[in-house]
Structures are given as C-alpha cells and as structure tokens.
C-alpha cells in the first residue's frame, strides 16, 4: 500500500454536540405535532445545525412560517 501511495480512510470519532443532561428551563411545546395553520406569521418554527467545512464547523440557524413553508430568516457563523 506504502508503494502504491494508498492509505486506508479512518472513521472519524463521535463528538456529541448536545447535552440533554442539564437543569436549565425547556420551552413548552406550544405546536405539539400540528402543523396545520390559518394565517401567515402565526407559528414559526426554528432549528440549528452544524456543517463541518474544510476550515472548521460552519452552524446554520433557520426559522420557518408554517403556514407559506418557507424560510423567513437564517443566520450562519463560525464560532
């Protein structure tokens, strides 16, 4: 393999990014599993994730109007 420049990939290792054990306050879940709407701008819903880049991790917040299903706001940055 050394001869033929190939290398075997490594996994990589699992990093947990959440912490369930904590004792700070949870908001309430106000939707409860129903997405239906009657009008614009009365429930949005949002969500956070990261993206690993070739620089480093990349976290992209996004908050959605249930009633259109689209994104009404985003935000990214590199912590």
């Known amino acids: 393999m050394r ?4 290398a075997a990939r490594t996994k990589r290792q699992y990093k947990a990014t959440t912490n369930s ?3 700070y306050p949870v908001a309430e879940n106000l ?9 614009p ?10 993206i690993l880049t ?3 991790w990349l976290y992209l917040a996004a908050i959605e109007d249930l009633f259109q299903r689209k994104i ?5 940055d590199i912590p």
């Open 21 to 23: 054990k904590h004792n």
């Open 54 to 56: 070739e620089e480093s």
């Open 72 to 76: 009404v706001g985003w935000t990214m």
């Open 31 to 39: 939707v409860n599993q129903d997405f239906t709407v009657e009008r």
């Open 3 to 6: 001869e033929n420049g190939i």
């Open 41 to 50: 701008s009365h429930v949005w819903v949002a969500d956070i994730t990261h």
